[in-house]
């Protein structure tokens, strides 16, 4: 079935820099949800892209589709240590019933 | 959070002892769904439903059974539990509507010795 690959698995940055993770797919999503989750908590709903090219902010989060539908990206302008977590990317499969998660990017920032 | 709970929230049991977990919510939304989250897996989804007795399959359904004799509860059998089983899981309801986002419950970390 449909898979997504996010990458990287992993990233550390210095508190200020920025941090950019990956969403891939080799077949056209119809849509794109993005999610966080603290260390030891649970995802949480960030944002849906549905429109090839879209592109959305949350303060300094940007978000973007791309314009074939198969890749999305997350960046995030200067970290905060309230930014770490882990990233995950989603699309609603067959049906539009069910989520298939990818593997997430854990971010970790140095104050 | 959309009045999800999980019960327990931390389990410790043997190999081969039956398991369930619970997860209740209050504002009678329809879809429920029971993930697995194990490092370097990201999210797996093992059951969802879609109403009062109506369940389906997901992707890592094997050694799993669901029920959902009311709205509110779902419920995650492990009829005998194995040590693969370790993970922690998640229960999710989605929101009817444009979105379609899930809201996670808070989650239970099973630890089969």
């Known amino acids: 079935g449909q898979q997504v690959m996010q990458i990287p698995q992993y990233q550390h940055v210095q508190e200020g820099e920025d941090f950019t993770t990956y969403c891939n797919s080799s077949t056209t999503l119809s849509n794109i949800q993005w999610y966080k989750q603290r260390p030891g908590g649970h995802p949480v709903f960030l944002i849906q892209?549905?429109?090839?090219?879209e592109v959305k902010k949350q303060k300094r989060l940007t978000f973007q589709f791309g314009e074939a539908k198969k890749n999305s990206s997350l960046h995030i302008t200067a970290t905060q240590t309230t930014d770490v977590g882990t990233y995950f990317c989603a699309f609603r499969g067959q049906g539009a019933q069910k989520l298939v998660f990818g593997q997430g990017t854990r971010l970790t920032i140095n104050p | 959070d959309a009045g999800i709970t999980q019960s327990p929230r931390h389990k410790v049991t043997e190999t081969g002892t039956p398991v369930t977990l619970r997860c209740h919510q209050t504002e009678n939304h329809r879809y429920m769904y029971w993930y697995r989250q194990d490092p370097g897996h990201g999210l797996r989804l093992i059951h969802y439903s879609y109403g009062v007795k109506d369940t389906d399959k997901g992707e890592v359904s094997d050694g799993y059974s669901v029920s959902r004799s009311k709205t509110e509860d779902f419920l995650l059998t492990l009829e005998s539990a194995t040590s693969s089983q370790t993970s922690v899981y998640f229960c999710?309801?989605?929101?009817?509507?444009?979105?379609?986002?899930?809201?996670f419950g808070p989650g239970t970390r099973l630890t089969v010795l």
């Open positions: 999710a309801i989605r929101i009817a509507g444009q979105l379609h986002e899930q809201f």
């Open positions: 892209l549905v429109k090839s090219g």
